[in-house]
């Protein structure tokens, strides 16, 4: 589209490079891991289209956004900072939340921390954190990987050994995964991205004082994740006081923009367009 541009936009720590598209309410739509805007592409043009203004960064250590060194820099309440310091930089006051994987997780703190900032929040894939934590060893054993990235130079060097070959195997996308390692082969951007996991993991796992979601909420998730359960995006619904609804998407994998786009598109278009929102 003509409309799309780039722009590095400051939020105080460093700069965001942020995909900006469309006209009208301000749709936010966040990434997760290995993942940069990129993520969004097939949402990107749709949304705009359909009369939103979108807008998608790439999270700091991501894509061609700054990579702090230090892992605390990482931790979710500095992501949920550069979610708000960027809306302040662009002049919008409120939001169409999306998000996918650790997108997912982000904008869920976004919309407990700034609840006035979020119209409505669409999580692709990752449910409720308390419902993530508190969900059985399905979910447990689905996230061995979340330990393995513990492993501070180990990870990275098993990660990039054989020609990636282990991350590959992980990922199971081999659509996308040359897009990532590309990305991904940069000085000190593998070690950003696994930073995510590393700054937060205790908190992910043992956090229980959660604020209530108070805006409606839409949950996907698809029968082909291999790294979530059903049921911790089914349980979320207990976390959420101002509307909630569920949609399975059939066949796709983990990564549903991509696998799955017009679903998407179908689903987030009335969502954000403020249809069929069900009260609690």
Known sequence: ?????REAVSVGEGELRVTLAGEGPPVLLVHGFPDDGEVWRHQIPALAAAGFRVIV????????????DRTEDYRLTRLVADLEALLDALGVDTVRLAGHDWGAVIAWRFAMACPQRVCCYAALSVGHPLAYATDGAM????????LFFQ???????LL???????FRRLTGHPGEA???ISRLERPGRLRAALNYYRANLVEVLFRRDYPAVTMPVLGLWSSGDRFLTERQMLRSADFVSGGWRYRRIEGAGHWLPLDAPA???DLLIPFFRGENHVPS
């Open 263 to 265: 679903a998407v598109n």
């Open 139 to 146: 979910q447990k054993l689905k996230g061995w990987y979340a």
């Open 178 to 180: 040359a897009r990532w």
């Open 151 to 157: 492993w501070r130079g180990g990870a990275e060097r």
């Open 1 to 5: 589209m003509d409309t799309v541009r």
């Open 57 to 68: 960064p790439d999270l700091r250590g991501c894509g061609d956004s700054f990579a702090p």
């Open 160 to 166: 990039r050994a054989g020609h990636w070959r282990l």
